[in-house]
């Protein structure tokens, strides 16, 4: 079974950047689409970005179009997510995840995902 590892948040400024990563380790005799969700207190976990597999197409929420890149290193078995322009509502745990699906609907919805990383938190706040 495939294991995600993220890494790379912390506490930023509004205005500011950062980059998550999110490492595959473990077997794997396939490729997976990866898809990047947050989840804010008292709410639900909810879709930010995410790159299908094989054909790489890229989808995104609405609230980050044009502010953050999702993005993947084959030989290093890496995803990022690149995080332009923070806002304080982007302040969340972000969690990524591996889906054996395909398709833009089932890519945006928690249930179309087989593995989740253990999150990292992302703090937006001056």
């Known amino acids: 079974q495939v294991q995600?590892?993220?890494?790379?948040?912390?506490?930023?400024?509004?205005?500011?950047?950062?980059?998550?990563?999110?490492?595959?380790t473990g077997p794997s005799d396939r490729n997976y689409a990866m898809g990047w969700f947050r989840q804010a207190p008292g709410r639900e976990r909810e879709f930010v970005a995410a790159l299908s597999w094989p054909d790489p197409s890229a989808y995104y929420t609405d609230s980050v179009?044009?502010?953050?890149?999702?993005?993947?290193?084959?030989?290093?078995?890496?995803?990022?997510?690149q995080m332009n322009s923070l806002k304080p509502e982007d302040?969340?745990?972000?969690?990524?995840?591996?889906?054996?699906?395909?398709?833009?609907?089932?890519?945006?919805?928690?249930?179309?995902?087989?593995?989740?990383?253990q999150g990292t938190q992302v703090t937006v706040s001056s």
């Not at 995600?4 to 490492?23: H, K």
């Open 4 to 24: 995600l590892v993220e890494s790379g948040g912390g506490l930023v400024q509004p205005g500011g950047s950062l980059r998550l990563s999110c490492a595959t």
């Open 91 to 117: 302040t969340a745990v972000y969690y990524c995840a591996a889906s054996k699906h395909a398709g833009e609907l089932v890519l945006t919805m928690t249930g179309g995902y087989d593995v989740w990383g």
């Open 65 to 81: 179009k044009g502010r953050f890149t999702i993005s993947r290193d084959m030989a290093k078995k890496t995803v990022y997510l």
